[in-house]
DNA sequence: ACTGAAACTCCCGGGAA
DNA sequence: TTCCCGGGAGTTTCAGT
């Protein structure tokens, strides 16, 4: 190899290519990035290996799958906040589809989808029973501008 | 088909498998759900000409990629604010994720991913110059707790 | 069901430590 | 020399009609 920089190089542009078209062929992906179809499925099975890609998705659009409500979900709690304690607490509630501990006045971040306004209102009410939460702010989502994948 | 709400119950198991799995063959994904390959590839055809499936796309992992700084950003306008205008606003900046307009007091909900802090100010710097934006909360992202595919 | 293509798995060659 | 990485061909499976 030449050297390091260079093989992240290389992976970062499979990854990109990888972004774009989760299935894209390994050799069009050779193609883009000048390897051979094995070279670049031997780095992929190591990305996955490492972690560094934690799998293959498809991109769903939100909206025709009948989840038509999303909302983000500002969650205060008291004393304490483990992020132990917020994945048993949160984990189980299917609508929420990410949770991240944040600085700034709120505690965690809660990113939920529904179907109906009815789930919404059950699913943060079953955010604030949960996990010495004392205070919620959602947001509704009206509209999403942008969305980039891989984010 | 028996019926459309048949169907779409075979489409959203297919989509369930494609979420687990965006690489998974039209062969594993039918024997899942009981269909054949091709008939698989059909649905998934029509899916995708429809919009419902938006594409495919590889599940990275943020930190590995070198992403390591992640943050919420409620911006403020003044006066009206349109998608299209923070589409053309915001969609330049390679640092922003997601856009979404809101509901309750901020306009707009940006996702941004960043390498390193300096990158998010800047980031946070471009944003506030854009698009009537008055004022900015930013709340950095200590760690993900919960991370559905499909969000 | 059939054809073409892609994935997967060897083994080999080359370059660096 | 030894190890690591990329290239190439054969086999099997999958995709596309």
Redesign the pocket.
């Known amino acids: 190899?030449?050297?390091d920089s260079f093989?992240d190089a290389?992976n970062r542009a499979i990854v990109e290519r990888l972004l774009l078209d989760g299935?894209?062929?390994?050799?069009?992906?050779?193609n883009a990035v000048?390897?051979?179809?094995?070279?670049?499925?031997?780095?992929?099975?190591?990305m996955l290996a490492r972690g560094e890609i934690a799998g293959f998705t498809v991109r769903v659009d939100p909206q025709a799958m009948g989840w038509i409500l999303e909302g983000y979900v500002e969650i205060f709690c008291s004393g304490i906040v483990s992020p132990a304690m917020l994945e048993r607490e949160l984990g189980p509630i299917p609508e929420v589809v990410r949770v991240s501990t944040v600085t700034g006045d709120a505690d965690a971040m809660v990113h939920i989808m529904a179907s109906s306004m009815a789930e919404i209102e059950s699913t943060v009410e079953r955010i604030r029973t949960a996990a010495h939460v004392v205070k919620t702010r959602t947001a509704l989502v009206m509209s999403r501008v942008i969305d980039r994948p891989g984010a």
């Open positions: 190899m030449l050297n093989m290389l299935r894209a062929t390994y050799q069009e992906i050779g000048g390897l051979s179809a094995p070279a670049v499925k031997r780095r992929v099975d190591l």
